[in-house]
């Protein structure tokens, strides 16, 4: 859904492209402090229940996902370490924030059911893309789903950020809980589509 989007945000990210490019500064250093900033706001501020301060620093460093990749394309430099590299470091910034929550409930939050629901997020999160880079390294497509990366990130972050200002912590709360059962369906959805594929794959 957000993917629509990507246009609309690389174009108004062009300048700082363009700036990073003349600066000598490569696509995947971008990448690396991208990654490390997500980090950074997830694990330092959630656990201290600064979790505003913690969405704005993540948001803020979030938009490098954008920026290499425009950067890459712009140098004519774009090669497969870079989107694995890529690729890989998102895996990390969306544990951490996940693991944040997980942290922040284990201490300021105090509730073992939304520390429990944040590491179904981890988890499953994790695993829906795994599956599908699994199921297209043994030649299947398995890009189906509910909860697509993109939507998972902005809805957490934006409901988190929104119930730390209205003091409403409930949205972040029911997002939890969406976010788990979709992560679940998806991961369910890949593995049923993967099966067709092969059960059908070895009826021939």
């Not at 991208?34 to 229940?49: D, E, K, R």
């Not at 993540?58 to 490098?64: D, E, K, L, R």
């Not at 509730?111 to 429990?116: F, H, I, Q």
């Not at 200002?165 to 369910?188: C, H, K, N, R, Y």
């Amino acid at each position: 859904m957000l993917e629509r989007f990507r246009a609309f945000w690389t174009r108004l990210l062009n300048p700082i492209a363009r700036l990073f490019i003349r600066l000598g500064i490569s696509a995947d250093a971008v990448t690396l402090v991208g990654t490390l900033g997500v980090c950074a706001g997830a694990l330092i501020f959630f656990p201290q229940g600064k979790l505003l301060t913690g969405v704005l620093v993540i948001t803020a460093f979030v938009f490098s996902d954008l920026i290499d990749g425009h950067m890459a394309r712009l140098t004519g430099k774009t090669n497969k370490f870079g989107a694995f590299l890529d690729s890989t470091l998102d895996r990390i910034g969306d544990g951490a924030i996940f693991a944040g929550l997980a942290l922040y409930f284990a201490g300021p939050g105090e509730s073992d059911l939304y520390l429990v629901l944040s590491l179904i997020c981890l988890v499953m999160g994790s695993v829906t893309s795994y599956a599908r880079a699994r199921a297209e390294g043994l030649g299947y497509q398995a890009k189906v789903g509910i909860a697509e990366r993109a939507d998972r990130l902005v809805a957490i972050l934006v409901m988190t950020g929104l119930g730390a200002i209205f003091d409403l912590p409930i949205l972040m709360e029911i997002t939890l809980w969406a976010l788990a059962a979709a992560s679940t369906i998806t991961v369910a959805q890949r593995i049923w589509v993967v099966r067709q594929q092969a059960y059908a794959e070895t009826a021939k």
